[in-house]
């Protein structure tokens, strides 16, 4: 059983340069989310999402898009990447469309913006 | 929107000794309160969680305490193990806004 499986695990990007992150869950989740984690200041929601066309902002969402076509993936964008972005981000997963159960994260991806 | 407030930062015990981890939340209308422990380099994984029609929740030698009125809620640990070592994050989520928020997180370090 694979969980939550983010893409790529590291990566370096120069300023103004786009990605996208991937994540994907074969649980059959209906709440997903993205995060990022910065010494100090723990886990921010970025963008979440409660199925399938469904999405909405967290709470540091600038700079970044979302969109859930699947219930299984939840690609994140970075438009315009930019220092300020260097940071570990991690995709989890939920059951429960409002997010009131267990979260599976995936492995998370390193990102360093130069 | 809801804000939680952990504390504290770092933690230093010796094995078999308790530790505590303490919280705050914002959003009185909040009803779901996971713990998550975070080894390094590592993914966050669920430890514990309580929801606010529950006041007290056990699970070995973990234990989590809801207080609805004064709005916090805290993480015991008994007996600590050096595996024990870790980031643990306390968050809130109220089920209506569907936003699960995080504490800043508590290194805890227990020594043999």
């Known amino acids: 059983n694979a969980g939550v499986t983010q893409t790529p695990k590291f990566q370096v990007l120069k300023t103004g340069q786009s990605m996208t992150l991937q994540c994907a869950q074969d649980?059959?989740?209906?709440?997903m989310s993205w995060y990022r984690q910065d010494p100090g200041m723990g886990l921010r929601l970025i963008h979440y999402s409660v199925g399938a066309g469904i999405t909405d902002q967290g709470e540091v969402p600038n700079g970044y898009n979302v969109s859930r076509s699947t219930t299984e993936d939840f690609p994140l964008r970075l438009l315009s990447a930019a220092p300020s972005q260097t940071s570990v981000y991690f995709c989890a997963s939920s059951y429960s469309p409002t997010g009131g159960t267990e979260a599976f994260f995936g492995q998370g991806t390193r990102l360093t913006v130069v | 929107g809801e804000n939680v407030e952990q504390h504290p930062s770092t933690l230093s015990v010796q094995e078999g000794d308790s530790a505590v981890i303490k919280c705050t939340y914002s959003?009185?209308?909040?009803?779901?309160f996971p713990w998550y422990k975070q080894e390094l380099g590592k993914r966050p994984q669920l430890i514990i969680d309580?929801?606010?029609?529950?006041g007290e929740k056990k699970d070995q030698r973990i234990a989590v305490t809801l207080n609805k009125t004064a709005k916090h809620f805290s993480l015991h640990i008994t007996e600590t193990q050096p595996e024990d070592s870790a980031v643990y994050f306390c968050a809130a989520l109220n089920t209506g806004f569907q936003k699960l928020v995080f504490g800043t997180g508590t290194r805890l370090l227990v020594s043999p």
């Open positions: 309580i929801r606010s029609n529950v």
């Open positions: 959003d009185s209308a909040s009803n779901y």
């Open positions: 649980m059959n989740h209906e709440y």
